[in-house]
């Protein structure tokens, strides 16, 4: 496909693309856009020019604050609007190419949080993940717990604290437990350390004591963003045993705005990892359920602005994957709703250079981790800011997701 809007080599947000989110300018309230390079295209106004003519779509589904509503609009009609704005795109005599309130430039937007989250669940879904925190922390020889293999692990996240790309975050406070002390302190973490992570936002109800098939999953999920879940590691290992992370998660997770639609990425479906021991019957699946989505994560140190990627992995490596996830997740009745937010957990793989956070990276605070500009960290200091950045690309066709940064501030 060809477009008449100019789209610059290598941009995430290709005419193959077209991810939605929710904006706002000085002149414009709140309301839901698509991204195309440099660009976002106005639905309001796409709305108001008729080009969706009769799929019959009031004006608020469109000037809101959230996507909820949009999703509401089902899979059929979502689709629909995607590709309608992708053929008018490609048509030089399109409406929206003379209309000149329909194009803005992104540059001069505010991002929002593209959905009102309810609910926020996070698994731990990397082999690789799971088994070098179980090598560090417990058994080299045997890192993985019993169920680790028979069941997507998860728990239930704090969704009031996810932010958008953009929004700096508080270095949280709580109580660390010293090496070389019997009783615990109050104080700032110390170990203050990202993750690499996919979120998948939910895009349909399901019904209270009702379960969710893995061949009926992706019917469920409307779209991908990348995902910081911030972590706090002294905090988390004082109070994560019996019942899991508390307040070492809960301060913050970060999201990127643009919310890139499950059919974006279905080019870029591959095979997962082989499950051992085979699983029970309802998590498991036919069919391509892995995606290949490139990551990376960079540090900017405020004293130097100088970035360093200091990881690069991909989503392929997960051992379970969504449609397993959401089966597992509904399997005892659960029931989602539009909006909720599903975290893959660390993505993490094989080689050094690929594990998804500082923990593993310094591999417990033991090793430094230089930086280009010749700095070293083994944590996240104060003034650092952490870039995730995620694509994929085959056949010259390319779909990405942009970053999701935030900066570290001093605690209060």
């Not at 100019?6 to 000085?26: H, Q, W």
């Not at 597992?328 to 690929?354: E, F, P, R, Y």
């Not at 033991?366 to 950045?389: A, C, H, P, Q």
């Amino acid at each position: 496909m060809k477009s008449w809007i100019n789209i610059p080599k290598d941009s995430d947000f290709t005419i193959y693309n077209l991810p939605f989110g929710v904006f706002s300018t000085s002149e414009k309230s709140k309301r839901v856009g698509v991204a195309i390079g440099n660009n976002i295209i106005d639905l309001l106004v796409c709305n108001r020019v008729n080009i969706f003519e009769g799929l019959t779509i009031d004006d608020s589904i469109f000037e809101n604050d959230y996507l909820n509503e949009f999703i509401n609009l089902g899979k059929k009609k979502t689709n629909r609007i995607r590709e309608i704005i992708q053929n008018e795109l490609c048509n030089d005599q399109s409406v929206l190419k003379s209309n000149n309130d329909v194009i803005l430039l992104k540059k001069t937007a505010k991002m929002h949080i593209p959905v009102k989250i309810g609910d926020y669940t996070d698994f731990y879904s990397s082999i690789e993940h799971a088994s070098n925190i179980g090598s560090m922390f417990r058994d080299a020889s045997n890192p993985l717990l019993p169920n680790w293999k028979h069941l997507p692990v998860g728990y239930h996240g704090r969704a009031s604290s996810i932010i958008v790309s953009g929004v700096d975050i508080r270095r949280p406070k709580g109580q660390i437990k010293p090496i070389d002390s019997e009783i615990p302190v109050f104080s700032s973490s110390k170990r203050l350390d990202f993750e690499l992570e996919m979120g998948y936002i939910i895009g349909k109800n399901s019904s209270l004591g009702s379960s969710v098939s893995t061949n009926e999953a992706e019917d469920y999920i409307f779209g991908k963003v990348l995902f910081n879940d911030w972590s706090a590691r002294d905090i988390q290992k004082w109070e994560y045993v019996p019942l899991g992370p508390f307040l070492g998660k809960s301060f913050a997770s970060s999201i990127s705005p643009w919310v890139v639609t499950l059919e974006a990425l279905e080019p870029f479906k591959v095979e997962g990892p082989i499950q051992k021991p085979g699983v029970l019957d309802y998590l498991k699946f036919s069919g391509l359920k892995n995606y290949d989505i490139n990551l990376s994560v960079s540090i900017i140190p405020d004293e130097s602005n100088v970035e360093s990627q200091i990881c690069e992995s991909n989503f392929k490596y997960m051992y379970w994957n969504m449609s397993q996830q959401i089966a597992h997740h509904t399997v005892n009745g659960c029931n989602l709703n539009i909006g909720d937010i599903m975290a893959s957990g660390t993505i993490s793989g094989k080689s050094k250079n690929s594990f998804g956070s500082m923990l593993e990276l310094s591999w417990g605070g033991k090793n430094k981790i230089k930086l280009d500009d010749g700095l070293t960290r083994t944590f996240i200091e104060d003034y650092d800011s952490i870039v995730m950045r995620g694509y994929c690309e085959k056949n010259d066709i390319r779909v990405g997701f942009g970053e999701v940064r935030s900066k570290l501030l001093p605690s209060f």
